[in-house]
């Protein structure tokens, strides 16, 4: 039972916590009366209410940066920017409802700000991990050598900068927590009022991101930070201990409401897919096969299997150790078989970690746990290689529990689990990427927070692991979930294998994933599929970013010249086409991307029908203006036509009264 407070409210509070809600970013902690308190960041709240840059100097707890400030008010700054269609690219563009955007990922945020205003439910992002090498993004930021040893910038034809961060830049860190600033600041607006956030990152940043992200999303936000294996061989190239996890960073906008769907504990790994009276178990090879799996690493790992009616053994120890010969066990095959013919009446068959080319390997265990451990039970094969009962322990469990463990750990989630998949994919036995992410994590973080038409984005898609989960998901449940990813075309190395495959850049080995991807869905999943009340969608559309469609005439007409008058015949850039007029429509309308498009010819014209009637369009300079009767009767919510359609104000007017006789909700547009 709470105490009254017994006093008038305390408005000052109030309106922190309100302005908490819009700035999280702004709130910081000060003394008084020996307390410390919440407090406004002045100064940072004029940045966010400011077009120009604001300077300040005043100690504080915060995290801070060189360019912090700049890094805020691009993020808050418009952008004459649109989207632009690539139907040659997507695959059943006019209905799908996924979204593969190319470009800088910053540009699509700010490009979606409005459209997608508070309708992402997950955002799911593996962003660079600013280990020393290079990572590319844009940037605009005007420094001069002065200020900086090394200038690594190079300038595109719009003005922008093209940057390499690596560890000799003396902004190494500052750049890194820029880039990723003004982006979480720009995706903020995006995500609905139950929305989370699942973010992979190393050991090199984490500290920086969770300040960061703390700051953006608001502390009190933060769910936790998770531990994912994703090196199961315990190898690593470190110096002091084998690093065999990543981070994952979960924050969530409000906890109370957010729904966690609970994870079935009974359901084993199904990896592990037998069982005995002593527990479940999968069969695994004893022989290694690997780089540095030879025997020569390993010569007391490798020694004879001996089987006689399903019954394993080796010889003992002692003979072992008396006939072990180097030398000979090394490079006299005969000895071996000496060795196979000395005990071929005691036993039927005789093993050793052999492949057929004369490269020796070794055994997984050595010689004392063959004995020692009990849930070995070897058996044999259908390649003739000897195999064991290894046995799951707790952690081997799926992470389908009540409550999800901080530590996750399936042998799916290994890197070379993600490799395997790709190879598979490709039909190639070249890792395009260096450390993609596993299909089952991503599909196991959609799985317990996602619902069944969720919007999900990934704004550093990279090998699209996030769409292939998606999609997989959505074969399994039967859902509808929707992503949006966004990758800049960053180019391959040309002395890669991925560019001797014809992939010049990222984007193009994303789109051919997606596509053999859903080819193998469809194969492996045919029934299933025909019994959905939905079809599934595993197609996507394809938008790159450009510049307006609109000249400049159109946004400063008061700037207007003798020397550009032409352009006040059209304002709407000559290499433009409908449908990118229409995109940009769709897009200042503050409608979606995913919605159906139809297009008709009514009365020798192009209409483009969004969403039945939420939009119908018409950008054709010349217009039959009995097409009136036909558009108004379906009675579209909007309107749009193309300026330049009508030779007079009379004719525009005499359009629209004789629109709003036959529809009289309809809001009627013109660019």
């Not at 930070?225 to 090196?231: D, R």
């Not at 039967?478 to 391959?492: G, L, S």
Request: glycine letters at 2%; proline letters at 2%; one cysteine or more.
């Amino acid at each position: 039972m709470q105490n009254l407070d017994m006093q008038t409210p305390d408005i000052t509070s109030m309106n922190i916590e309100n302005i908490a809600k819009l700035f999280p970013n702004v709130i910081t902690e000060k003394e008084e009366n020996w307390k410390t308190i919440k407090a406004i960041d002045f100064d940072l709240l004029k940045q966010q209410l400011s077009k120009e840059l604001v300077e300040d100097n005043e100690e504080r707890y915060t995290l801070n940066w060189p360019w912090k400030n700049a890094s805020l008010l691009k993020a808050n700054t418009p952008i004459n920017k649109t989207l632009r269609p690539c139907k040659e690219d997507s695959v059943d563009f006019d209905t799908t409802e996924n979204l593969y955007i190319e470009w800088d990922n910053f540009e699509v945020l700010k490009i979606l700000q409005e459209s997608y205003l508070w309708k992402v439910k997950m955002i799911y992002i593996d962003p660079p991990y600013n280990t020393g090498k290079d990572f590319v993004y844009r940037d605009n930021f005007k420094v001069s050598k002065d200020e900086y040893e090394e200038d690594l910038w190079t300038e595109d034809e719009e003005g922008w900068k093209l940057f390499k961060n690596t560890d000799t830049n003396g902004r190494f860190h500052s750049d890194w927590l820029s880039m990723m600033y003004e982006r979480l600041t720009v995706a903020r607006d995006l995500l609905k009022d139950d929305w989370v956030i699942f973010m992979s990152i190393d050991d090199n940043e984490v500290h920086n991101l969770r300040k960061i992200t703390d700051e953006v999303f608001g502390e009190e936000n933060f769910i936790s930070q998770l531990s994912v294996i994703n090196n199961l061989k315990w190898r690593s190239d470190d110096n002091y201990f084998a690093t065999c996890h990543e981070n994952l960073l979960v924050y969530s906008k409000n906890k109370i409401i957010i729904k966690w769907f609970e994870l079935d504990e009974e359901e084993m790994d199904k990896d592990y897919d037998s069982q005995d009276n002593n527990w479940f178990y999968k069969l695994i090879w004893l022989r290694k096969t690997w780089k540095w799996w030879e025997r020569v690493h390993r010569p007391y790992m490798f020694y004879p299997i001996l089987e006689k009616n399903n019954t394993f053994s080796t010889i003992t120890k002692d003979e072992f150790n008396n006939i072990y010969d180097s030398k000979k066990w090394f490079f006299d095959d005969s000895y071996i078989w000496e060795l196979k013919n000395k005990y071929e009446t005691l036993w039927y068959s005789f093993y050793l970690p052999m492949d057929t080319d004369w490269n020796f390997w070794r055994w997984r265990w050595w010689f004392e746990r063959f004995h020692l451990e009990k849930d070995i039970n070897v058996k044999m094969n259908s390649a003739n290689s000897v195999c064991s009962k290894m046995r799951a322990t707790y952690e081997d469990w799926s992470i389908r529990v009540k409550t999800s463990k901080t530590l996750w750990y399936k042998s799916e989630y290994d890197t070379g689990s993600a490799w395997w998949v790709l190879k598979k994919l490709f039909n190639t036995k070249s890792n395009f990427f260096d450390n993609p992410k596993s299909v089952f994590l991503l599909k196991d973080i959609l799985y317990i927070i996602s619902d069944k038409n969720d919007i999900i984005l990934d704004f550093f898609s990279w090998s699209g692991t996030t769409a292939h989960a998606t999609m997989q998901l959505n074969t399994e449940d039967q859902w509808n979930r929707k992503f949006i990813c966004v990758q800049i075309p960053e180019e391959t190395d040309e002395k890669s294998d991925v560019f001797k495959a014809w992939y010049k850049n990222i984007c193009e080995i994303w789109k051919e994933r997606i596509r053999r991807a859903w080819k193998k869905i469809l194969e492996e999943n045919k029934e299933e599929l025909e019994k959905r009340e939905t079809p599934l969608d595993t197609w996507f559309r394809v938008y790159k970013t450009d510049s307006s469609n609109m000249k400049d005439v159109f946004y400063h007409p008061s700037e207007l010249e003798q020397t550009n008058l032409l352009d006040v015949v059209s304002n709407i850039k000559e290499d433009r086409s409908s449908e990118d007029l229409l995109t940009q429509v769709i897009l200042d309308l503050g409608l979606t991307l995913d919605m159906p498009i139809k297009k008709k010819e009514i009365l020798w014209n192009t209409v483009y029908f969004v969403a039945w009637n939420s939009l119908v369009a018409c950008f054709d300079e010349n217009i039959n203006f009995d097409i009136v009767d036909e558009i108004a009767k379906e009675e579209p919510l909007r309107v749009v036509f193309r300026d330049s359609c009508f030779k007079t104000d009379s004719d525009r007017i005499n359009f629209e009264n004789k629109f709003k006789k036959i529809s009289g909700e309809s809001d009627i547009r013109v660019i």
